[in-house]
């Protein structure tokens, strides 16, 4: 009978519990603390004060009459300009990126060619000591212009580079960027221009004699130079990228660069196009990879693509792609060194032959699950590495360089001393290339061998990494390399790519990458040896292609970039399917190798997923006050009080009695708009709305957005006593149209909202009236989760669970 009872009771207590679950918010209503900081991500321990972009358009009545007063030629010219900017950053990006190979082949190329003329004459001591004291000196002179000039060079382009174009869901924020080498780089070249009827050619030969070149540019060419296993594409996109911004912004004032005639994009929105298409670019330098460029911008660099972006972007791929084979012509009929066999050539690893049969799957799929494991493990390395390697950053500029010259002692030590333990092989009859190679590049490096004899482990590692991934993906080769000299050469680049990234130098990780990757996948086909139709250099290509997809996670861009590094079309399908199951398997594990990078330097980028306890909050859970804001008509002692004591970007303005029966939203003002009408010292005597005399004090360059490194700041507005007394009419430049959401809609809708349009300032408004318009402000800060679960500790079990293996707990410890 008993039992019975306590059955009811616990049903009547479910049925009240469902009831209330229903009746009831999922959060008990508690105000949470002052969001004093909602201008500033905290990103973990992290405090980064990184600022999002205003990429919405302030409509507000002062520009919609500046619109209206432009004509048909206005119209003409603002079209005309962004593709002349295309055009340009195409230029100047595709040349950048030629010298850039040119240089690295060349000096390269010189340090080999005494190294082996050394050896051959059996002066092996001398040979180290050259090959490693050249090392050592390119590598400080990296390390020294980017530790004093720019550190923020340091590394690859994608945590910085990601963020510049629109990604408000990675890292669409104001980072800062040193350009001092590309200024004086870009003036010298223009001012040669203008003197000269030689005009480009005269102004490009300043980029050898300029005192300060970009840092990103000069310092890639002597890191990778120095065989530091280190690529040159991210410093590319980086470079792309700050060329992109440093045009649309009209140039830099700061650095006395300033063309009027390209000062005409006055907002973020216009110039992160222009930087999507610096991105594209970088990549299509990089490569010779216009499609893949312009698949890289879209996959991984913009989450809001249009049609017209997309022809822009593909124009400026398009001239990068024109103007490196009309260079790489002129280089190949020997007027430029050294260059011409490495570099920008293509991977030719094309075989009209190839056929591939269901026998072949098996294998293709084990490199694809083996690639996807590695990348993680990669990632996993890396990650951890570059904590150590901040720790020891931190302790100032003197270690930076100290880290970067032990690495490269470590490195050259490898490369001079690995090859001594493989043995000479002697040279194939049926080759046509001339075995041994003596100087720089070839399969068949001579190295310590007698005469008629190879040594293949030289062939790879005591070369550079465009030699070394072209002589792995070469066709006709199954017998050349052995299976220790392979695994050796592995093991070297993928250890030796985590230790060297990370150093006080520009840096990137995609050819790394690549060249372990094709190791890795050459060694897969040994080891299939007969029983497949693919040769070894294919599975160097598919190798490649998973170790890629594991670690970086892209599936598309890389696709397209690796059959146009290639020339291979047939081998479409075996590259999807590998970098499918490569990063399937890869996201088991952990992410991406970006998202990781950019999650340790604590830049605030939102995810594309909402978390599941976004569901169960709402957006008034996160908001919270004191709320600033402005009425319609402010006195100026308000406005400074307010602008001195907060950091706040946007403040929503209130129309009250007697311009308004009740309060009323009016719409948005920017703090950068309210120091425009400070700085113009635009008062009124009196409380009363001006009116159309408003539009003739100001003109559109007063309220334009300004260049990277110049803002105003309250503190450099005096004002008197007196004038703090006067009145600012806000109205005419208020937007009144921003976005806004209800104060129950949930928190992951308006993530999605936010995200998608790109927005830095959210508006709550209260569900009922009868209270203040606005509830509060919503920004980047507020949608971070260590924001939202500092709150809301309860809601940490809730929280976004992948279904990824677990490390063990030793590997954890760290």
């Keep these: 009978m008993s039992s019975t009872v ?34 500033v991500a905290i990103v973990g321990s992290y405090v980064c004060p990184i600022e999002s972009l ?14 209206r007063t432009r004509g048909k030629a206005y119209i003409f010219q603002y079209i005309f300009m962004k593709w002349s900017l295309c055009f340009l950053i195409g230029l100047i990006v595709g040349l950048i990126g030629f010298f850039n190979n040119l240089a690295v082949e060349n000096i ?21 000591l050259v090959f490693s004291v050249s090392n050592l000196v390119l590598t400080l002179l990296a390390a020294i212009i980017t530790a004093f000039i720019a550190p923020t060079a340091t590394g690859s382009w994608y945590p910085r580079s990601q963020g510049l174009p629109e990604r408000s869901g990675r890292a669409c924020v104001n980072t800062p960027v040193t350009l001092r080498a590309l200024y004086c780089f870009v003036k010298r070249m223009f001012y040669l221009c203008s003197s000269s009827n030689l005009g480009i050619y005269l102004g490009l030969i300043c980029w050898y004699c300029s005192c300060l070149l970009n840092v990103q540019i000069v310092g890639s060419i002597f890191a990778v130079s120095s065989s530091l296993l280190i690529g040159k594409a991210g410093p590319m996109v980086h470079t792309g990228a700050c060329v992109a911004s440093l045009l649309g912004q009209g140039g830099s004032s700061k650095y006395g660069l300033t063309w009027k005639w390209l000062r005409f994009f006055k907002n973020d929105r216009d110039r992160r196009d222009l930087v999507t298409c610096g991105s594209a670019a970088g990549i299509a330098a990089s490569f010779r990879a216009p499609v893949g460029g312009l698949l890289f911008a879209l996959e991984e660099m913009a989450s809001w693509w249009r049609s017209a972006l997309l022809w822009r972007a593909f124009f400026t791929t398009a001239i990068v792609a024109i103007l490196l084979r009309a260079l790489i012509d002129v280089c190949l009929s020997g007027k430029c060194g050294l260059f011409g066999k490495g570099g920008l050539i293509m991977y030719d690893a094309y075989s009209a032959n190839i056929s591939y049969h269901l026998v ?7 490199l694809g699950i083996v690639g996807g494991i590695l990348g993680s493990f990669y990632n996993f390395l890396l990650e951890k590495l570059l904590r150590v390697y901040n720790l020891i950053n931190e302790k100032g500029v003197a270690y930076k360089i100290f880290l970067a010259l032990s690495i490269s002692i470590f490195t050259s030590c490898l490369l001079f001393g690995l090859p001594w333990l493989a043995k000479c092989l002697p040279c194939p009859s049926d080759t046509s290339e001339q075995c041994p190679t003596i100087g720089r590049s070839g399969n068949y490096k001579k190295f310590q061998c007698p005469p008629g004899h190879y040594n293949d482990l030289a062939s790879l590692i005591f070369n550079t990494n465009d030699d070394a991934i072209k002589n792995l993906f070469s066709s006709g080769t199954d017998s050349e390399f052995q299976y220790s000299s392979i695994i050796i050469f592995f093991i070297t680049c993928f250890f030796l790519s985590i230790l060297s ?24 086909g040994m080891l299939v040896g007969h029983h497949t139709s693919l040769n070894h250099g294919l599975y160097a290509v598919l190798g490649a292609a ?19 590094l290639t020339n291979n079309l047939l081998l479409l399908p075996l590259i999807m399917l590998v970098l499918l199951v490569s990063k399937t398997v890869a996201d088991a594990f952990n992410g991406n190798i970006y998202d990781l990078i950019m999650k340790a330097k604590g830049f605030p980028y939102l995810e594309t997923h909402a978390e599941p306890y976004m569901r169960q909050l709402t957006v008034a859970d996160v908001v919270t006050g004191p709320l600033q804001f402005f009425h319609g008509i402010e ?8 602008l001195k004591t907060t950091r706040h970007n946007g403040f929503p303005v209130i129309d009250e009695h007697p311009i308004s029966e009740k309060p009323v939203l009016y719409g948005l003002i920017l703090r950068a708009h309210l120091l425009t009408l400070l700085k113009k010292k635009s008062f009124l005597s009196t409380p009363e709305p001006v009116g159309i005399e408003a539009f003739t004090q100001f003109s559109a360059v007063d309220f334009a957005k300004r260049g990277s490194g110049n803002f105003d700041n309250i503190e450099d507005i005096h004002l008197s006593l007196e004038e703090m007394e006067l009145f600012l009419d806000l109205h005419p430049f208020t937007n009144a149209s921003p976005y806004t959401v209800v104060e129950t809609m949930s928190l992951a809708k308006a993530l999605v909202l936010f995200r998608e349009v790109a927005l830095r300032h959210l508006l709550v408004i209260p569900k009922t009236s009868g209270r203040s318009p606005v509830v509060g402000i919503l920004t980047r ?8 679960l500092g709150l809301h500790p309860l809601l940490v079990r809730s929280r976004w669970k992948r279904l990824r293996v677990r490390f063990p707990q030793i590997l954890r410890f760290f």
Excluded at 360 to 366: R, S, T, W, Y
């Design 6 to 39: 306590n059955s009811s009771n616990d049903h009547d207590d479910n049925h009240v519990q469902d009831q209330e679950s229903i009746t009831f918010p999922l959060l008990r209503r508690e105000r949470s603390p002052i969001n004093s900081s909602s201008q």
């Design 781 to 788: 800060h507020d949608f971070m989760p260590e924001h939202i």
């Design 54 to 67: 205003d990429y919405e358009i302030a409509e507000n009545d002062f520009f919609k009459q500046d619109w």
């Design 546 to 564: 998973s170790l890629l997809g594991g670690s970086m996670r892209m599936t598309v861009s890389l696709c397209v970039i690796i059959l146009e």
């Design 108 to 128: 390269a190329g010189i340090k080999f060619v005494v190294t082996s003329n050394m050896m051959l004459a059996s002066k092996y001591g001398f040979a180290f």
């Design 635 to 642: 006195k100026v002692g308000n406005v400074v009080h307010v």
């Design 360 to 366: 072949d799957l098996p294998p293709v799929l084990i």
């Design 501 to 524: 990234y990370g150093i006080v130098a520009p840096a990137g990780l995609f050819v790394p990458v690549i060249v372990t990757g094709a190791s890795y996948g050459r060694f897969v």
